[in-house]
T-cell receptor, first 114, second 116 residues
Framework: GNSVTQMEGPVTLSEEAFLTINCTYT??????LFWYVQYPGEGLQLLLK?????DKGSNKGFEATYRKETTSFHLEKGSVQVSDSAVYFC?????????????FGKGTKLSVKP | EAQVTQNPRYLITVTGKKLTVTCSQN?????MSWYRQDPGLGLRQIYY???????DKGDVPEGYKVSRKEKRNFPLILESPSPNQTSLYFC???????????????FGPGTRLTVL
């Protein structure tokens, strides 16, 4: 079945630092790939996505590129802000049939200090 | 406004007392799912539904039931709650492309359940 390995946290950075959160996955077929973000006290919301190899998803200064050859979808941001403090989840989706079982990475908690 | 709603948001109960957490979406999504979130374990899928009257187990279904009688609603039922079901629960919904592929999921605000 599918699986996803996400960089363990917590990650603590100073404002304006560079962020990378690693995510690798195993999947049958060619899943779409997602990053979700969970701000304190809230549900998850989509941050960005990529639907095919070499696609780059981007939003709010975050980027991630669908790397089929390395089965990775690492999240990056060039200059983090205090408001980016949240938990980030990587998630592949499934193709085909009745495979509706969706999985998430364990989440990476990011804290950004002023 | 497109949204997923869950009720209640907070619940404290005792072992063995049946409870239901409701979930409703207004986006006409085919796919709905329940997750629990626990420290160090991330988000784990309990049950999902690909359409009305079609439900299936996720990774941690033990101790839970669901039903999908209408497209918009997907209640989570705990027939006999136990303390190990204390958790933060999220409902989510998604459209399906070509009827089979879940795309972006929309999440409810969460239900924090404590079982004493």
């Amino acid at each position: 079945g599918n699986s996803v390995t996400q960089m363990e946290g917590p990650v603590t950075l100073s404002e304006e630092a560079f962020l990378t959160i690693n995510c690798t996955y195993t999947a049958t077929g060619y899943p779409s790939l997602f990053w979700y973000v969970q701000y304190p006290g809230e549900g998850l919301q989509l941050l960005l996505k990529a639907t095919k190899a070499d696609d780059k998803g981007s939003n709010k200064g975050f980027e991630a590129t669908y790397r089929k050859e390395t089965t990775s979808f690492h999240l990056e941001k060039g200059s983090v802000q205090v408001s980016d403090s949240a938990v980030y989840f990587c998630a592949p989706s499934h193709y085909g049939g009745s495979q509706g079982n969706l999985i998430f990475g364990k989440g990476t908690k990011l804290s950004v200090k002023p | 406004e497109a949204q997923v709603t869950q009720n209640p948001r907070y619940l404290i109960t005792v072992t063995g007392k049946k409870l239901t957490v409701t979930c409703s979406q207004n986006m006409n999504h085919e796919y709905m799912s329940w997750y629990r979130q626990d420290p160090g374990l991330g988000l784990r899928q309990i049950y999902y539904s690909m359409n009305v009257e079609v439900t299936d187990k996720g990774d941690v279904p033990e101790g839970y039931k669901v039903s999908r009688k209408e497209k918009r609603n997907f209640p989570l039922i705990l027939e006999s709650p136990s303390p190990n079901q204390t958790s933060l629960y999220f409902c989510a919904s998604s459209a399906l492309t070509s009827g089979v592929h879940a795309i972006e999921q929309f999440f409810g605000p969460g239900t924090r359940l404590t079982v004493l």
